[in-house]
């Protein structure tokens, strides 16, 4: 394998890009929003401010949510006010499980794009393939997976529309200390790359972080949080700073506006 297919790899599974295929973001797939569970919302506006060393950038999304707090649609604005992605999800009659989503993007230079991705689940309800196709419904990739009996994949298969294999991805699962160890495979099961992360993030106690009153994370590594809470314990403002070279520096900053629904006389 050369350099080059390696990286493609590396880039497929290990990205944080949003909607890049992997095990990770398959474990998170149906994760709802960081709201309580009592929480009954119709939309949220979000702002994210980011502080780098270039100055500050400031962006809005606003968020549509279901009655399970899964998102159905959201709105990605640039800093000068632009849309900039459109994401719609559609679920079954329960709410839960997602069967279609739609992302929609405009760029400044390439202009508009748009990919759909559908989603099949087994007789369990195990998400096993996720098939996304281009704005002509040309299938670009399809990925397959295998779970383990709790339902979590323990392989992914990436492959193109015309059929190129990108490698393989699989996991292996520690639950009582709520880690799943993946690695990324070449043609030859040569191990890419190995990473580990939480299976649920619910779960407190499983690492060395630290958490306040209400569930929400204060310290994990070298990052710190705070938080502002509005009457239903829902944060509404969120900074998070980083420590580097023994200095602590303010990284990001979120606010949310949340619009519940009504209370029913």
């Known amino acids: ?3 080059r297919t ?3 790899i590396l880039l ?4 944080l890009e949003s909607f890049s295929q992997s095990i990770f973001s398959a474990l998170r797939h149906d994760d709802a929003i960081d709201l309580r569970t009592d929480s009954k919302v119709k939309e949220l506006t979000k702002t994210t401010t980011f502080f780098n060393k270039s100055g500050t950038e400031t962006k809005k999304d606003i968020i549509v949510v279901n009655h399970q707090n899964k998102i159905t649609s959201e709105l990605r604005y640039s800093e000068n006010g632009k849309l900039e992605t459109r994401l719609s999800r559609s679920f079954d009659s329960t709410g839960t499980r997602s ?3 739609k992302i929609e993007r405009w760029h400044p230079v390439i202009g508009y794009s ?5 989603y099949e689940y087994d007789e369990n309800g195990f998400m096993i393939k996720i098939t996304d196709r281009n704005k002509n419904n040309q299938i670009i990739r399809e990925t397959f997976l295998k779970n383990n009996e709790n339902g979590h994949p323990i392989e992914l298969k990436l492959n193109t529309g015309n059929s190129n294999s990108y490698g393989t991805e699989i996991a292996e ?3 009582p200390n709520n880690q799943a160890i993946t690695k990324v495979l070449d043609d030859n099961g040569k191990t890419i790359s190995e990473s580990k992360h939480k299976i649920d993030f619910s779960i407190k106690g499983s690492d ?9 994370l204060l310290k994990s590594g070298k990052y710190e949080y705070e938080y502002k809470y509005d009457k239903m314990l829902n944060w509404k403002k969120k900074t998070m700073y980083k420590t580097e070279n023994g200095k602590r520096k303010k990284y990001q900053v979120l606010t949310r506006k949340i619009n519940y629904e009504k209370k029913k006389l």
């Not at 748009?114 to 559908?118: K, L, W």
């Not at 060395?208 to 929400?216: A, H, L, Q, R």
């Open 1 to 3: 394998m050369n350099i």
């Open 99 to 101: 069967l279609q989503r």
């Open 173 to 175: 699962y520690d639950y």
């Open 12 to 15: 497929t599974f290990v990205s």
């Open 6 to 8: 390696a990286i493609i």
């Open 114 to 118: 748009s990919e759909t991705a559908t």
């Open 208 to 216: 060395n972080s630290e958490y306040d009153v209400n569930g929400n």
